[in-house]
Each structure stands twice: as structure tokens, then as C-alpha cells.
């Protein structure tokens, strides 16, 4: 084949494939979802965003730090009589595990709130679109949920690979739900049954759930 | 257009940092001019790497949902529509990898969608052996593909928008072509004619 002929080609494909119309459809009914599921009633960033996002990671870290060298010079004052050669030691091991465990707590409580509530409406779910429309509050904490998925994705609480699966299946459950609002068929609802069972979602919900509390 | 109303839109268009600013003060006004001015090639984009409309609107959406929601970590080191292409191509990566995981649908969507037939001088039959073998090139060199031949990118933003050296984007581009080249092997004779 020719290079003139390859390029002719792909020229072709640039008109033919997969080919965009020339204007943008539904400008403003895509503008309108965007607004609502970025600033509407169900949205969350801008209750959660100042724990999650706004707190400087190092502001954090210092409080932490702080805290553990109080808590193990307290500890190495009191010990002082009994174990001098051990104290500094305790007090390093001390510092950095409540330095790690402080840090990743405000993900465990809100990825364990979360998880507890993404359950619960999974679970209404099926007996809540019994009905003829789609329920609009249900739609709306969903788009919530959607949202603080995505939140929790990008954030260290996804760094668990297990955990990381299942906020994207849950990313993708929701975000089925959520397009109840606009399409309200059997097979959407079908689609999301099949995908919650398929993937075990509800079980690893529960067990994902039980191993944060247990932590 | 006269002078009078470039000079007017000259002295009153808000500058891209100024919408940005804005956006991040809490202003929807700007929100929506920041959309008017990108959705046109974020949804290209999502349309050309998905080849189904509805998939393309949901993830023009996500891609400003996500873009207005991580703004603040906006630094302005690339331009804006390079930060927001980099969020359309990993919106639509990480969607459409679940998407084909879940629906299985990965060949329907072709099929949802026929192959335009618009377009003079080239056989319809060769022009979808082409496109499927688009289709069927691995992610990374026909997200490349698409965005170079297709719609028109340079090498430097395909770059700042993959996160990868300009050189290697050309590697994945002539990597691309040549597996395109020999998908399309067969028909040699009749691409000669």
C-alpha cells in the first residue's frame, strides 16, 4: 500500500468514523444535569469537601505529631522510674502509628458512613421503583452517593485495591440509578440488578462495611 | 464583523483564568461560559472514542462534573482544555472499560451505530475494514489515532493530555498505523487500484 494511499485513507476515517455531529445536541439539558449533580440539593461537595479536601494533608500530619509527642512525653515522664533505657523508643513507635491511624481516620469514618448509606439505598432500591415514575429522592441521594464515590476514589481511600474495586462498581451502579431520572424502563432496572448481582455489590457492601467497624 | 463590535468584545471578554476565578468564587454564570466554550470538544472527543452518542453525552457530562469538582487543584500549568481532554480520555477509559465489563456490549456498539457510508472516493467495504480495525487497536494507540488523525491534535498536546513524552506519542502513532497497515494487508491489491 502506498503512503498516498494510507493517508487518503485515513482522511476518509477523520469524516467517516465514528463521525460527531457538527453542533453539540442537548447543550442545555447536559448543561443542566452538570449544574445539578455539581451544585444541586443532592450534591456534596460543599458539605464534605472542607473535612475531606480544604484541610491542608500537612495541617493534619502536625496535629498528629503534636499529639503523639505529648502523649509520649507524658508517657516517658511517668515511665521515667521504672523503664528509662526503653522510653525513647516506645515514644518513636508510638508517635508514628498514631500519626498513620489519625491520618487515614476521617477516610475510614466517611468511606464507613458512606458505604452504610450506598447499602441502604441498594438495598430500597428494588421495592422503591415499584411504582410507575422514578423516585425523585432516592434519584437525588444517589447522585449524592455518585458523587461522594468519585470523591473517594480520588482520595487515599482507594489506595486498597479491594476497596478501589468496589467504589468503581458502586461509581457504575449509581450512576445507572441516577439515569433513572431520564430513562425509567425495565431494562435500565434489570441492568442495574444484573450488575449488583453479578458483582456480589451488596455482600462486599456488607463485608467492606463489617471490616471498618471491626477495625 | 466591524471594528465597533471587536473592539467591544475585545474589551469585555472575560479571560480564561478570570472565568476559572470566577467558577472557583462560586459563580454559575462563569460555570456556563467555561462549558459553552469546551462541551463542543469534550463531547467530539467522547464521541470519537466511544462511537455512541448517549455514552458521549454522559460522559461529556461526567468529565465537567469531575473538572468543576477538582478545579481548585487546577494550577494552570497546562492550558484548560488540555487538563480537561486529560479528564475526558480518563472519564471515558475508566467508563467504558466497566461498561464492556458489565453489558458485554463491546461489538454491539458498532452495530448500534452504522458505519457512515457518507463520503466519496473510498470503498465502502474498505472503509469499514479500516474502522474496525480502528476499533480494534489497543486503547493507547487508538486513543492516539483518533486524536492525531482524526481529530487533529498536535503531538504536544496528544502528550500533555496522555501524560507521556512527545516522542513517544509519534512511537504510539507510527505504531498505530503500521498495525492498521497490516490489518488492512489483505486487500493490498485494491488499495493499489
Known sequence: MTDDRFEELLRDAARTYRNPPDSLPERDAMWAAIERRTWGPGQIFRRTRPTLHRVPAWLGIAATLIIGISIGRASSMLGRHQAPPQHVASVAAAKTVRTDSAVAMPYETETSQYLGQTAALLIALPSAMKGDGADDRLIARAAELLTRTRLLIDSPAARDPEMRGLLEDLELVLAQVVRLQENHSRTELDLINRALEQRDVIPRLRIAVADISAN | ?193
Open chain 2, 1 to 193: 464583523m466591524t471594528r465597533s463590535v471587536v473592539a467591544f468584545q475585545s474589551t469585555y471578554r472575560v479571560s480564561e483564568p478570570d472565568l476559572i476565578a470566577r467558577v472557583l468564587a462560586g459563580d454559575r454564570i462563569a460555570a456556563r461560559e467555561l462549558y459553552d466554550a469546551h462541551a463542543g470538544r469534550v463531547y467530539r472527543l467522547a464521541y470519537r472514542l466511544t462511537g455512541d452518542a448517549d455514552l458521549a453525552r454522559e460522559f461529556t457530562q461526567d468529565t465537567f462534573v469531575r473538572a468543576f469538582s477538582q478545579l481548585p487543584r487546577f494550577r494552570g500549568d497546562s492550558a484548560f482544555s488540555t487538563w480537561l481532554h486529560r479528564i475526558t480520555v480518563t472519564v471515558v477509559a475508566n467508563a467504558m472499560r466497566r461498561v464492556k465489563r458489565f453489558r458485554e456490549r463491546e461489538t454491539d456498539l458498532e452495530d448500534v451505530h452504522p458505519l457512515s457510508s457518507d463520503g466519496p472516493g473510498v470503498d465502502p467495504v474498505l472503509r469499514e475494514r479500516l474502522h474496525r480495525a480502528i476499533s480494534a487497536l489497543p486503547d493507547i494507540y487508538r486513543v492516539t489515532i483518533i486524536m492525531h488523525d482524526l481529530e487533529g491534535y498536535t503531538h504536544s498536546e496528544i502528550a500533555e493530555v496522555l501524560g507521556v513524552a512527545e516522542g513517544t506519542c509519534k512511537s504510539r502513532l507510527s505504531q498505530a498505523r503500521a498495525q492498521l497497515r497490516a490489518a488492512l494487508a489483505d486487500l493490498a491489491p485494491e488499495l493499489e487500484s
